[in-house]
């Protein structure tokens, strides 16, 4: 645990900050910071349908908020208060912004590299990380250490659904509500997951059309009457996130927090997801969808990330700094503010939906899994045991204590975004065109 502490401490709060954000820059300079500078055409870009065939573009990116959407929104920016002081917000806003042009890129570059496959059932589109590691990078690093670097990357697709996808998820769900066993809680979340992931890629795109929207703006309704019944508060709430934000506490928190480094910090931030950018798990969403150009669907991206952070983190920190310090911490301490403003009903209603978000990304974190479980050549049998194994990783999370997974999954989830994002960066040439070539 030493060892993975230091480890994940050095790789963390030092490696993966300064990679994600000095190529999130970089990237934004060579597309013109054109979703900042020209808005409209930015959401007229949002507007395109797709083609008849594959996934819709808005299922797609429902499919892709619902990996990211939940836990880390709600009890991710709790401990990131908690651990970094209201100025962690603001870095979480900073990382956010550098992050954009970030999953922009990605999800451009897995639309531009994915594979087309058309079968009884209609056309399927197959795309993310994988294929544009083993693909784009072949003129860079060779044949075969693009396929070595596309291959290592699957696995760690693989492995990630299970610990940060499934085990700390469910072990967040299970714990909001303690008169519900553990078991009972986690073993409903298996069959659920098992029942809709059975039905593959369209089942899951249905799944999480319906209720993402939904529950965002449930959870917008909610943290909306909060912050519009206190609006006399408001000012004082931002002066205390600027001044905290210099402070050396306020920045580990907020990398903590916000996920920059898609790894938790300090060993309290349990269940934390944001926005992902960087992390190349998301492209395999935006692959699926039969969207008009990879510049459309990048632009999606881009908005993914703004919903998740700049809109839905900002809530929640509101809220929670207009409650002030209960002394929990994580779900607990959002649950509580929530229902300070909204009594008991309002604490439940955040709880009901932890429970259904973090039931949403083992749902779409296992569809990311099987995709690179497909790359990695694994057949039916591979599938078949890749479920049984998830389904006993959803039981055995919904009781097991998460601080060791979470120390392994910190390392993974920094080797992957570091990884993804290198890659990303010398595959910029092919971003900047594709971007050209549709503004």
Known sequence: M???ETTNSYLSGKVLPAVLILTGVYLAVRLRFFYLIHPVKFFRELKRSGGRDGTSPFKALSMALAGTLGVGNISGVATAITAGGAGAVFWMWIS????????YAEVSLAVKYREREESDGGVKYHGGAYYYMKKGLSRYVG???AAGAAAV???FLVSNSILTGNIVQVNAASSVFPAIPKIVCGGAIALTVLAVVAGGAARIGDFTVRVIPILTVVYVVLSGYVILTNT????GVFSEIFKGALSFRAAAGGAAGYGVARAVRFGVTRGIFSNEAGCGTAPTAHASANSYSPHSQGCLGIFEVFCDTIVMCTMTALVILLAGDSGSDGIALSMESYGAFCGPAGAAAIGISVVIFALATVICQEF???EALACLGGGRRAKRAYIALSFAATLAGSVTSPETVWQLADLEIALMTVTNTLCVFILSDEV????RNNT
């Open 368 to 370: 990311y899994g099987m």
């Open 432 to 435: 900047s065109s594709s971007f």
């Open 153 to 155: 990357f699957a696995v």
């Open 2 to 4: 030493s060892f993975l």
């Open 143 to 145: 044949r075969r250490g």
């Open 232 to 235: 006399g508060r408001i000012a």
């Open 96 to 103: 956010a912004a550098a992050a954009m042009s970030v999953k």
